[in-house]
């Protein structure tokens, strides 16, 4: 098994696991939980200190050996029956305990020098003494502590600390118990799973060592009748040499040749019929750029006859405004087999991208005899990847600008803190992270709405009768609350209800707003219309923008496509008119659009009526 290294391998990742995983357990999950102990009960000391802090009022000054209240030793003894608290002492600035659950301590100075200098520079110090070990100040504990420093600081000058004893024995037991619970769990695991595939891999080698004895078996064979067949074979050709005659060999050849030229015909139109039938353009020359073949897509595709154009050099046939240079460019011998894109302008001004294969065509003396050229068309190929890579660009600014700001805030708020800012400018920052917020979690949800159409899940939607006046006038005023346009409205009653999902209405037109404010003039007028068209309510979305091109509104609609304007700071993912035409269609209805450069645009989706949805 080990001589065969794929399952040699198999067992040793196999065995790296079985190891690994025990080991991670007891190096990485299980000082995990001590920390994360340590630290929560860290944060109770806190918490802890702060209200014997707020109940003995020690918050305006310093810590004395003036007496201590009585009802702070109540409240001590209270919060010890509530917490495992085992131990609290009282230390003024210079060190000495002025009041402690141990009232024999009281009067001792700490001298150690984290209480110097860690403690009384304001830093909380905190350590985790396991039964048996000692404290920080070398005291033997019989139970797991928590110990922790807490000084108390006011204008930064040190004026005593709190120090508590937490008793963690029965959570270290717990996390104790469910680490060796855990590690037994890993190594039985790991011992079942290395046992299994040990014997998996004994199970694949006899498996393999019966084939190669099977094949080893079956190459025998095979060598054996060729044997027997090369012997007849000779018997037979000896009998038909001397069977033969000169006449027989006349006649048979003739005959053979007959039928090969018939077959030659047959070929000829057959591959004729094929090349006809390509729709990608297909053309060959000979060595010297001679044209020997053009199928009728290519002759299209270059304005060629292939009456006149075959058996003259290429590169004299082509005129401009054909790419001449790109297209002899792919006869040279040395481009075969690479790629070449070759862009061919249309009638409309418009483009198609070709992408032109070459292959050699056999000549005499094993050399090349000419080229073959395959123009496959990839227009709609290269859309798509330019958009994708404009999305990904466009993705990129958008989720970094918010991500920024949020980041910038956190920053800010993790130095000053927020207490230190004024109540305005505290709800300013809240408001510009909610903001941002809000960006990142759209973009996402138009992303997340993409990949399910994409998956064939649909949109789900949550019909119900409602009022269609109503919805339009509702995301009307959501929009004139953030826009700094006129929006005039212009609603005709329904001619009988509507069942749609509301939510999913308001998306879009939120989107269709959203994209009228952009690209229309500040200041400037989007017109709102609804109206009954037959058996469909159709609302109408018009602006004074600066309109699409013909190329802009065949893609319009396509995903991550936006269309360029002249208009700077215009964001978007090219993903809002793709989701907006999902979620209308999935109603039964259809949105449409109508524009021209420099003349606005006016798009509009119709939602049927109750009545014609049934």
């Known amino acids: 098994m080990l001589g065969i290294p794929y399952l040699r391998n198999i ?77 609290l002492r009282l230390f003024s600035p210079a060190g000495e305990i002025i009041f402690s659950t141990d009232s024999a ?5 700490n001298t150690k020098p984290y209480f110097r200098d860690r403690v009384a520079r304001g830093q909380v110090y905190s350590k985790v003494v396991r039964e048996g070990g000692r404290s920080a100040e070398g005291a033997t504990v019989v139970q797991t ?39 037994w769990v890993l190594w039985i695991f790991a011992g079942t799973m290395l046992l299994g595939i040990i014997l998996a891999l004994r199970t694949a080698q006899r498996n393999i060592a019966a084939r190669d004895s099977a094949e080893q078996a079956l190459r025998q064979s095979k060598e054996d009748l060729e044997k027997r067949v090369e012997g007849r074979t000779e018997q037979i050709l000896e009998a038909n040499r001397l069977l033969t005659s000169e006449i027989a060999v006349r006649r048979h050849t003739e005959e053979a040749f007959g039928r ?29 750029g001679r044209l020997l073949l053009l199928n009728p897509t290519a002759a299209s595709l270059l304005g060629l006859t292939p009456e006149t154009a075959l058996g003259h050099p290429l590169g004299e046939l082509l005129l401009p405004p054909l790419p001449v240079e790109q297209i002899v460019a792919t006869l040279h011998v040395d481009r075969v087999g690479a790629p070449l894109d070759i862009i061919l302008r249309t009638a409309d001004n418009g483009s ?18 000419g080229v073959i050229v395959l123009m496959h068309e990839v227009t709609r190929e290269r859309e798509m990847e330019q958009a994708k890579r404009d999305f990904i660009t466009m993705a990129a600014h958008e989720l970094h600008s918010p991500l920024m700001v949020v980041r910038g805030y956190a920053e800010l708020l993790s130095t000053t803190g927020l207490a230190t800012l004024h109540p305005n400018q505290q709800q300013e920052i809240l408001d510009c992270i909610h903001d941002q917020s809000r960006i990142l979690t759209r973009l996402v949800d138009d992303l997340l709405e993409i990949s399910r159409m994409e998956s064939g899940q649909g949109l789900a939607l949550h019909r119900a009768p409602v009022s269609i006046e109503d919805v339009v006038r509702t995301s009307v005023t959501a929009a004139r609350a953030d826009s ?11 001619s009988g209800p509507l069942c749609i999902d509301r939510g999913r209405i308001q998306q879009v037109l939120a989107n269709l707003l959203g994209n009228a404010a952009k690209y229309a003039p500040e200041g400037d007028e989007i017109r709102i219309s609804g109206a009954t068209v037959g058996n469909s309510y159709r609302i109408t979305v018009t602006d004074r923008g600066p309109g699409m ?12 496509y936006r269309g360029s304007c002249d208009i700077p700071d215009v964001r978007g993912t090219g993903l809002g008119l793709t989701i907006a035409r999902a979620i209308v269609e999935e109603h039964g209805g259809s949105i449409a659009l109508s524009s021209a450069p420099g003349q606005g645009t006016s798009i509009w989706f119709d939602l049927p009526l109750a009545s014609a949805a049934h």
């Open 11 to 87: 067992l040793s990742l196999s065995l790296v696991l079985a190891i690994a995983l025990p080991l991670y357990v007891a190096f990485v999950i299980n000082p995990g939980f001590d920390k994360l102990l340590a630290e929560e009960t860290e944060g109770t000391a806190i918490r802890y200190v702060s209200t014997l802090i707020s109940s003995l009022g020690l918050g305006g000054g310093e810590l004395t050996k003036q007496p201590i209240p009585p009802e702070f030793a109540r409240n001590v003894d209270d919060l010890r029956g509530d917490l495992s608290l085992i131990k």
């Open 105 to 109: 301590e009281i009067g001792t100075v």
């Open 145 to 183: 502590v928590v110990e922790t420093y807490v000084p108390l600081m006011r204008r930064g000058v040190f004026e005593g600390a709190v120090e508590t004893y937490f008793d963690i024995t029965a959570s270290r037991g717990q996390i104790d118990r469910l680490n060796r619970q855990t590690a």
């Open 260 to 288: 090969a030229l018939a077959e030659s015909e047959q070929a000829k139109k057959r591959i004729d019929g094929i090349l006809r039938s390509v729709p990608d353009g297909l053309l060959a020359v000979d060595g010297e």
């Open 352 to 369: 198609r991208v070709f992408q032109a294969r070459t292959s050699l065509l056999p000549g005499s003396d094993n050399g090349p005899g």
């Open 484 to 494: 700094r346009f006129r929006f005039e409205l212009e609603l005709q009653p329904a």
């Open 549 to 560: 091109s013909p190329e802009q509104q065949r893609r319009v609609f396509d995903k991550f």
